[in-house]
């Protein structure tokens, strides 16, 4: 009996110590810091929200070109005011891209303003995803 209460204070006294020395810490630490460090994940190319694979602009917000500043001229028109002459010039675009570039085009284009006619849209589309799938 006598033991457990020795061991009980002892608990006791290495909980209070802890949480001083915590609530000092957390003093002297900017509110900006965080806590802990969470690991990095490196883009595996196996989830959904990988950087690599992504179409959304506010992964990477650089603008790069692939050979494809022509594509410019068409900044701020919709996806249905194009004719079948303009969008086969996407679609050459397209296809001409390595299938590591394809995602990075895809947000290029979206970073530049530029809207992708419906039916090149739908092919980036269906090509990122058979691109994911091939990897799992």
């Given amino acids: 009996m ?69 594509l410019d001229a068409f900044k701020g028109r919709g996806a249905d005011s194009y004719t079948d002459e303009e969008i086969e010039q996407f679609r050459d675009v397209l296809l001409t891209l390595l299938p590591e570039d394809i995602a990075g085009w895809g947000r290029s284009i979206q970073l530049r303003g530029i809207e992708l006619p419906s039916s090149v849209r739908e092919e980036l589309l269906m090509i990122v995803a058979e691109a994911r799938a091939s990897l799992s």
């Fill in 2 to 70: 006598e033991v457990s209460i020795i061991i009980l204070g002892a608990l006791l006294v290495t909980g209070v110590v802890l949480y001083l020395f915590d609530r000092r810490h957390r003093k002297t630490s900017s509110p900006d810091e965080p806590a802990y460090n969470e690991p990095e994940e490196a883009c595996c190319g196996m989830h959904i929200t990988c950087e690599k694979d992504s179409l959304l602009a506010s992964v990477s917000p650089e603008i790069v070109y692939y050979d494809d500043e022509e």
